[in-house]
């Protein structure tokens, strides 16, 4: 499937791996991108050193396109937007923040550059800051959120800018990449549905607890903070919730949360952990291969389009 996106990364499928930090690492990352997809090495909050190595450790593995989601917020992120330049990775996206300052240092590197956003008007001060596409993200997705659901906000984002778009948010299957594509967007990134990739190192209670998920089974804690998470419910985002309507102060709340996506992943925590996950959780019913991911997902959308023209008839 030819589209604006694929052309831009050199890749054989609209489909892209999220930046979930702790999760994102080089061996999901190069399994996505071997896939015909393009695979993320998230940064998160690691200085730029261990994230080089993980860079390299995904060229060990693949000879595919792949990225690095730089969170802008990271203490480490100017020292990491200069390592990737150094490193020349051909994608960069980015998140929590204007990738502005870093724009000519990654466009002399060769580096295409797609940053997340909320709002039409996030979009379009992107593109005039010269991003290579936009990634539209709806509020159905896991980890930090906007406000706009994600059939709202990609419209309103491709008619705004003349870039590609990248529908994310609540997407998890073929259906979710066709419409995407009727919405107006080039492609679509996942997060939740490669959470269960045979490839994704989480620990084995995080995955199953996502594979058990219903539609339901997902909480927004930090609202009243001004910095919405959405996640599995367990008994931290219960307490987080009770501590919110109490008033709780932001540090408080902070204190409840710190580290909690490290033992979510690493340890298998499910209680206190964080156990961040899309509203698409439901949906995922199965451990695949990254492969086996991607290529359901795309005989599931052209099975749609080649119904969708007996329609139009």
């Known amino acids: 499937m030819e589209t604006a996106l694929t052309k831009l990364l050199n890749i054989s499928y609209p489909v892209m791996q999220g930046g979930m930090a702790w999760v994102a690492e080089h061996t999901l990352a190069a399994a996505v991108s071997n896939a015909g997809g393009l695979g993320i090495v998230a940064a998160a909050n690691a200085p730029a050193e261990a994230v080089r190595e993980e860079i390299r450790k995904t060229r060990e593995l693949t000879k595919q396109p792949f990225g690095v989601n730089i969170m802008l917020l990271s203490p480490y992120a100017e020292e990491v937007a200069r390592m990737a330049a150094e490193e020349k990775v051909p994608v960069v996206t980015t998140g929590a923040g204007n990738p502005g300052p870093y724009m000519k240092q990654w466009k002399e590197a060769g580096i295409k550059v797609i940053p997340v956003v909320a709002s039409v008007a996030l979009a379009k001060l992107m593109q005039r800051a010269g991003a290579d596409a936009v990634i539209a993200e709806g509020c159905e997705s896991g980890g930090h959120i906007g406000e706009t659901t994600t059939m709202a906000l990609v419209p309103q984002v491709a008619d705004a800018v003349s870039i590609p778009v990248i529908a994310a948010g609540g997407i998890g299957d073929g259906r979710g990449l066709a419409a995407a594509r009727m919405l107006g967007a080039a492609g679509v990134q996942m997060g939740t549905r490669f959470l269960t990739a045979k490839e994704c190192v989480i620990h084995e209670n995080y995955k199953k607890r996502v594979l058990k998920a219903s539609d339901i089974d997902t909480a927004v804690t930090g609202r009243s903070t001004g910095h919405p998470v959405r996640q599995l419910r367990n008994w931290m985002t ?57 290529e359901e997902i795309m005989q599931q959308a052209e099975a749609l389009f080649g119904e969708a023209a007996k329609w139009a008839k």
């Open 238 to 294: 219960r307490k987080y919730l009770e501590l919110e309507k109490e008033g709780t102060n932001f540090e408080e709340l902070e204190l409840l949360t710190l580290g909690s996506l490290r033992r979510a992943v690493l340890e298998g925590d499910t209680d206190g952990g964080s156990l961040m996950s899309g509203q698409i959780a439901g949906l995922v019913k199965k451990e695949q291969s990254c492969r086996e991911i991607i």
